[in-house]
């Protein structure tokens, strides 16, 4: 049974940081491309970061760029999301994924909320 487990959301002032974890069981974890996704109220879900099996790229929406790092532990089957610099508008369900051609799970989510 595959299970994405998020943990590390809370609300946070902004200017503040956060970091999201999410473990990964009942998937060859190194084969998968992981994601962080979050949806605002009202708004369509949206790719944050990605980062491919092995780590050696990245990428990440616009908006985060610079504030938000995405990285890997194969090793303990968890992807991460630092973020920093919150502001107001990263206030979101933040979901993990994990994808390997077809094959495509999601995590439950966990809420990050930054105040103003």
């Known amino acids: 049974q595959v299970q994405l487990v998020e943990s590390g959301g809370g609300l946070v002032h902004a200017g503040g940081s956060l970091r999201l974890s999410c473990a990964a069981s009942?998937?060859?974890?190194?084969?998968?491309?992981m994601s962080w996704y979050r949806q605002a109220p009202g708004k369509e879900r949206e790719l944050v970061a990605r980062?491919?099996?092995?780590?050696?790229?990245?990428d990440y929406v616009e908006s985060v760029k610079g504030r938000f790092t995405i990285s890997r532990d194969n090793a303990k089957n968890t992807v991460y999301l630092q973020m920093n610099s919150l502001k107001p508008e990263d206030t979101a369900v933040y979901y993990c994924n994990a994808n390997y051609g077809l094959l495509r799970y999601w995590g439950q989510g966990t809420q990050v909320t930054v105040s103003s």
């Open positions: 009942g998937v060859t974890f190194s084969r998968y491309v």
């Open positions: 980062i491919v099996s092995e780590g050696s790229r990245t």
